[in-house]
Every structure is written in C-alpha cells, then in structure tokens.
C-alpha cells in the first residue's frame, strides 16, 4: 500500500493562513493534521491595558467578524461588573450581530463555496452564475449586500470595526424615522433572497420541516433555478452529502439573546442528547500547539500563551479547546441541531453532519435571521434609552459568550488594579480546525477529512468542500 | 489589461471585507475602472490564473508583470516561518522581492502602512508597514525605497480604509494621476486625506459650543470627554460617509480613534475618555494654537443656547422653543 503524505496551502478563494498536511492511501484521506500558520499575538497585546482596550483590539481579530468580538468583550466587562444592558441595546445589539452573521454566511456562499462548482473536475454550466466577478448571481449578491450595509450604518455608524457595543449598552440611538429606513433596506434584502436566493417567499421556505419536504420543494416553482437550489442540485449530484461527517458532538452558547434575556437559538451541548451547556467545562489543550507545555490543559480563564515556536512536535498556532475533554464541533450546524430545528434535524439525520447539511444550515440560519432582524428593528422603543453608564471594571473576573457567524466564541478576562492581567480567546474555527490535544484526539475537522477521496491531488476538490463547509477562518483561529 | 497582485500579509482581513462594500460604483465596477486583472488575492483568484503560489513566483520573477502591488496587513520581516500563503520563503521576502519589479506599491490598510494594530504594545513579532514603522520612514523596504515609477508606498491607511480610498487610489497610479507632490508627509493621498474625520461631523454644532456629551448614546459632541480624536484624524470619514454612505464613527455614536493615522492605535490611548490637564484636553484640535483654542472654548460655553445644552446630554432631541414641555409633551413631530 502506498502511503502519501501531502500539504496543500493556499486554499483558492480561502483567506488567512491554513495549512491542510493529508496522508493519502489508495486515494483516499487517512489522516490529516490542519495547521494555522500564522502568529499574530492578540492575547499578549492586552496584557497591561485598560480594560475597555479590549473592545478596541479584539475587534481586529478578525475582518469579518469583528463586531462580534468586540461584543464578546464587552459581555466579558459586563460579566465582571455584575450590570446589563438596557432592551433597546439588546435589540439593537442582535440586529447589529445579525446583519454581521448574514453578511460572513453569504460572501462565505457566494464568494468562497459555490464558485468552486465552475472549476475542474466539476466545471458545471450550471453553476456559471457562481462565476466570480462575472456570473449573474455572483455579481447580485455583491450588488445586494448595500442595502443589508445601510440597515448596519444606521445602527452601528461604520464597519468592520464599529464600536458600538459597549458594557453600557449601545451608542447610537435609534429613531423612529431611522427605524423605518432601515425596514425599507431590509425589504430591499429580502426582495433579493426571495428573488434570487430562494425563488419564493421566506415563509414558504421556513415551513419546510423535512427532507421529503424540501425535495418536493426542490422539484416545484421555480425553486431548482434559486442559488440554493441550484447549490442544492450540484451538492446531491457532486457527493457533497457523502463526504465531511464526523462522529459529531455539537456546541453552542446560545445565539442571540433577546430583550428578556432569553436566547433565539438555545445554549447547548449535543453528543446524541442534547444537555446544558456550561463554560466551565472548557478547557484549551497545547500539546501539538507552539505554545508552552507547562500549563498542560487549562480552562481558559486561567489559560496561557506563551509561544514556543521552536516546539517541532507542535504543529499549529491554535491552541485544541475540548468540552469535558472532547472536540466539538460549532457554528450554524451546531446551533440548529441544539435548537431541534426539524428541517436541519432531519437533513442531518439523513445525510449526517456532512459538507452539504453544514452549507444548507449555512443558508437556513441566515434566512432565520433575516426575518428575526425585522422584528428586532420592530421591537426597538425610540423613546427608551440605550445606553446606561457602566462603572469602571478594577478587578476581577469576567467571560463574554457570544455567538460569532461561524460558532461559538469566548472572551476570558482577569483585571486587577484596573488593567488586564490576562486575556484569553476561543474561536469557532479555534474547535473546528483544531489540532490534536493532549491525548492526540484529531480536532472535528481533522476528523471529518478522514475518508475524504483525492483522486487528483492537483485537484483535491473534495477534500477544499469539506474544509470550507465549516467556513474556516484562520485569521480568528490564531489571534 | 494590467496585473494588480493582491497580497494579505499579516492581517485581519479587514480591507478586504471594507473593499467588498463599495458602493456607487459596487465592486465589479469599481475593478472595471482600474482595467485590471485582480490576481493573488483569497477570493478573486480563479485556476485560470494559476495556482496562487505559482502566481507570486511569477511575480517576483518578472516572468508575470505587476502593475500594481497592493499589501493588506503588517509584515514580519523576522519571522521564522512566514506564512503557509507561499511557504517557500517568508512572505515578507516574497513582498520585498516583488515591491522591486512592480511599477508601484500600495499599502492598504493601517497595518500595511504602519504597521497599526499589529504592530500594537511591545510588539515582540516586530511587526512592521511597508515604509514606516509608525511614524518613522524605514519599515520593511526603507526609507529610500522608490518603485519603479519613482514614488514612495503609497499609503491608504484606514482601519480599515474606506472602500472609495482603495479603489481611487489604485485608479489615480494607474491613469497617472498621482505623484509624490499628491503625497502627504506620511505618503497618504491629499485627496483623501487633506481633511479632518471632524469635517461634516453632525455634532459640529456643539463642538462649537463645548457643549458635550457626558456619555455614550448622547447627542453632545464627544471631544470634551469621550475620546473623540475627530480633530486629530487626517480623514473625510464624515463627508464621505460610510456603508452605502449612512454612517461614520462619530454617526455611530462612538469616538473616532484616529485610525488613519501612523500612530494608531498606541498613540490614542485612552481611547474612550478624553485626557486633560487642568480641564484643558491634551490633544487640541491639529493647527489651532492653545491659547486661542482655550479662549474661545470659555467664551462659547458661555455663549452655549439651552437648545444645545440640553440636547447634549439627552440621547433623544429635545426641542427648541418648547423645553418647558418637552419632557411630556407630544414626540410624533420625531418623524
């Protein structure tokens, strides 16, 4: 038997630093390490700082998600202070993270996951529209996303990096006129999903609660022409259902918390039963990572990062967080399985946690919340405040959960004397792209590729779907 | 058509995600305008141009002609193992290489300019910018660095820079519009950054009048003791307008931090408060004298009109001619 070892980097229309090193027997995966590769030091960088930096800083963590960091700190803030926001920043809070969420699901979908199906060994005239920079619904999507961008400028003046968020709720207040506008764009939006994405209107979508619903779906209107049913055709047609599972245990700390404290999608944790979710339970793993090996396993708010790049048995810049001391998986899977969504339950029941499942939950989250942003927008009182004044955070212990685009994401927070003592981050693709841990368990993708036929391994076409089908961003991974 | 290879060093992506909002013109127009072929870059890269590392070999060799070289992120001209992008060689060698055979090079972003964020604090990696290392000339390719069209990196900083900045710039090198006489001390185009984030701010009325906001979510101005560095910021954020052209930092309700320029973000620390001595704010307004700043600033918070005084702190208008009854009289005029 021959065994073949191979690292593949770049990865086309991926960003940020991953490195994929597969072993390939008779065509197949085997085994495989994923490497992020780049360093860039976020958590040292806080060291020291007043602790509202945080809020600054981490929303460079990542371009795409950066709203969502910053919220993570200042929930972590909150959390050390003991205070809350008021309603209105809650609302507008999750419109804000929403609009963040719906944006990374669509470019991921329509500048990163379906241009693939126009390339070797797909090369499907179907999927011209997919073309970048020159198919039909390529160049709409881009066109679409103003009016999503103008409903985000109403409430968080600029983006990325707004810094709207803050622990005493939200800094812009809303009117009833700016409420109104931004209806309207949402409308615009939502003509463009109807139209394009889905070929109906969202409610019909949203009834659908099985896969022999969504077949019939598929086969009626003028739905099969959509984006998703297109994407749809090609996935079924091209195995992307058969390729990507793993033995899936699935996290989420609850997307986005209502006015009343209660969350749209439920906190979980999901191996088979679903059971309650609690960040006590994390902790982060260095064995294989180029960090410093004395601290071993430890709970994040106690982490360390100490890089060790001259560890040449480490193999990554992420660190490996294991729940009860497992992998898990995250993001809009996760959360739709924890939250018994029937139409993902029952696709995943059937095809398993694969590529296509992850890509479909993908797009249903993000209709999911197209239609929650409205009502949200519907729900803001112009004449109550959104902002209160939140105290100085001097010391103590704080933990901002939040539900970033692409899965769970954790900001842990030690301030003695006013300053950050410590800082530590966990993000969705830190549990999906992690690297072994201490007992060499493969992180969920590592896990997932196993299987995986690269029958070309100029072309390993199967093997990018199931790495993009857990919308891997690197430049979160290794903050 | 020209070649404009994209390169994301080290970064957060950031410019990219601010190039897709263009808007008035979208994106695939705004690229028609520069009649180039976008190439390197994560997402617009397609297998008819080549494997990306293929590509950035063919670059540095002068096998492939560059254009226009444009670098999204810091780089790390030490780093032991560069980036899985072209591992062959670290990529700030990569960038060192091509930067010599493009006709020019364009720092997109803070961080490429001057090294920004990622070169923030201590900065163990010795993160850097393309020319200048915060507001030193010199960075990764020397203070006498001209590229083959005889101008400096052209800086578009910006955390991230606006879209309009991007595109308008990589358009001005082209047509030959621009040369270093378009520059300013810190190689930034004039056109868009001749001016101050400040201009156009819809709180300028009470920047006027000092009357300012006390917290976030207020109407007031937010110099006097939120932070704001409007006045510092060498930017048209305000008058050009963010996010299909709603928004700015200052619209948004939160302090602008200067983010465009050399040194942010240490140099604007703290960034939500505003430091003083003796009441007076250390960092004045750029080219207004202190003494006249600190004359005028008790004079007009004498002249301040109630209508101002009292909207600065309130998060919702309050309005004139009828303060008695505002406070439960009819809002329906809101609209």
């Given at each position: 038997m021959v065994r073949k070892t191979i690292a593949f980097s770049p990865f086309t229309r991926l960003e940020g630093d991953l490195q994929i090193r597969v072993d390939i027997e008779n065509g197949q995966i085997v085994s495989s390490r994923a490497s992020g590769t780049l360093y860039r030091g976020f958590e040292t960088m806080?060291?020291?700082?007043?602790?509202?930096d945080a809020i600054v800083i981490t929303c460079r963590v990542c371009g795409q998600c950066g709203l969502t960091h910053s919220a993570a700190a200042a929930e972590a803030i909150r959390s050390l202070l003991g205070v809350r926001m008021p309603r209105n920043a809650r609302l507008a809070g999750n419109v804000m993270l929403a609009i963040e969420a719906i944006l990374s699901h669509f470019t991921h979908f329509y500048l990163s996951f379906a241009p693939d199906f126009t390339e070797p060994p797909y090369c499907e005239r179907q999927a011209q529209i997919f073309l970048p920079l020159a198919g039909s619904s390529f160049l709409r999507a881009l066109r679409e996303r103003e009016a999503l961008l103008g409903v985000l400028g109403l409430i968080a003046?600029?983006?990325?990096?707004?810094?709207?968020?803050q622990p005493g709720g939200t800094t812009r207040p809303v009117t009833a006129s700016e409420i109104r506008r931004a209806h309207g764009l949402l409308s615009e939006y939502l003509r463009f999903v109807e139209e394009q994405v889905l070929g109906c209107e969202l409610e019909e979508w949203l009834q659908l609660r099985s896969v022999p619903e969504l077949e019939r779906w598929l086969g009626s209107g003028s739905h099969a022409a959509g984006d998703l049913g297109t994407f749809a055709a090609l996935s079924l047609r091209h195995g992307l259902t058969g390729i990507g599972s793993w033995p899936a245990r699935f996290l989420s700390s609850g997307g986005w918390s209502g006015p009343d404290g209660e969350t749209l999608l439920p906190p979980g944790f999901h191996d088979g039963l679903t059971r309650e979710f609690d960040s006590a339970r994390i902790t982060e793993h260095v064995k294989h990572s180029w960090y410093d090996l004395r601290g071993g396993a430890l709970p994040p708010a106690s982490g360390e990062t100490e890089p060790a790049p001259e560890r040449d048995d480490a193999y990554s810049w992420a660190k490996a967080p294991r729940y009860e001391g497992q992998p898990a998986e995250t993001g809009p899977l996760a959360r739709l399985i924890i939250a018994q969504d029937p139409l993902i339950a029952d696709l995943a029941k059937k095809y398993g946690p694969s590529a296509f499942v992850r890509e479909i939950a993908r797009l249903h989250e993000s209709i999911r919340l197209l239609k929650q942003v409205g009502a949200w927008l519907g729900e803001v009182d112009p004449e109550e405040p959104f902002y209160q004044e939140a105290p100085q955070a001097l010391s103590g212990t704080g933990v901002g959960l939040v539900e970033a685009p692409r899965g769970t994401l954790g900001h842990w927070l030690r301030v003695e004397e006013g300053k950050i003592q410590n800082y530590q981050i966990i993000t969705p693709t830190g549990w999906n792209l992690s690297p072994r841990d201490s007992v060499d368990e493969p992180g969920p993708l590592e896990t997932a590729l196993v299987g995986v036929p690269v029958p070309d391994p100029d072309r390993p076409a199967a093997m990018a779907y199931v790495v993009k089908s857990f919308d891997p961003c690197l430049y979160c991974t290794v903050h | 058509m020209a070649n404009l290879l994209w390169i994301q060093a080290v970064c957060c992506g950031g410019e990219t995600a601010s190039l897709l909002n263009s808007d008035h013109p979208h994106l695939p127009a705004a690229l028609r305008t520069l009649g180039a072929t976008l190439l390197g870059h994560g997402y617009f890269h397609d297998q008819d141009t080549g494997r990306a590392e293929q590509v950035i070999e063919e670059c540095a060799s002068g096998k492939r002609h560059v254009d226009l070289l444009a670098v999204e992120g810091a780089v790390h001209p030490q780093a032991p193992d560069g980036s899985a992008w072209a591992s062959a060689k670290p990529l700030a060698e990569w960038i060192r290489a091509i930067a010599q055979v493009a006709d020019c090079t364009v720092a997109i972003g803070t961080c490429a300019s001057f090294g920004g964020v990622m070169a923030c604090g201590r900065n163990p990696l010795r993160a850097t910018g393309l020319q200048f290392h915060r507001d030193q000339k010199g960075g990764l390719l020397g203070a006498s660095f001209r590229s083959k069209m005889g101008v400096p990196v052209v800086n578009v900083p910006g955390?991230?820079?606006?879209p309009d900045w991007i595109i308008g710039t990589l358009w001005a090198l082209r047509a030959n519009r621009l040369d270093e006489a378009d520059l300013d001390r810190f190689n930034r185009p004039r056109v868009f950054y001749g001016k101050l984030a400040h201009h156009a701010c819809p709180r300028n009325e009470y920047y006027e009048f000092k009357?300012?906001?006390?917290?976030?979510?207020?109407?007031?101005?937010?110099?006097?003791?939120?932070?704001?560095k409007g006045t510092l910021c060498e930017s048209d954020c305000n008058e050009r307008l963010w996010l299909a052209r709603t928004g700015s930092c200052t619209r948004g309700g939160f302090p602008c931090l200067s983010c465009t320029s050399p040194l942010f973000p240490d140099g604007f620390?703290?960034?939500f408060k505003t430091a003083k001595i003796g009441g007076i704010p250390t960092s004045l307004p750029l080219d207004v004298p202190k003494a006249w700043y600190v004359g005028i600033s008790g004079l007009s918070k004498l002249a301040c009109p109630e209508r101002l005084r009292r909207n600065a702190v309130s998060f919702k208008p309050v309005w004139a001619g009828n303060q008695e009854s505002n406070e439960d009289g009819p809002q329906n005029d809101r609209l």
């Open positions: 806080l060291r020291g700082r007043d602790p509202l003046g600029k983006w990325p990096n707004s810094l709207a968020i | 955390c991230p820079a606006h009357a300012s906001a006390a917290a976030y979510s207020q109407q007031g101005c937010l110099f006097e003791n939120l932070g704001c620390t703290p960034f």
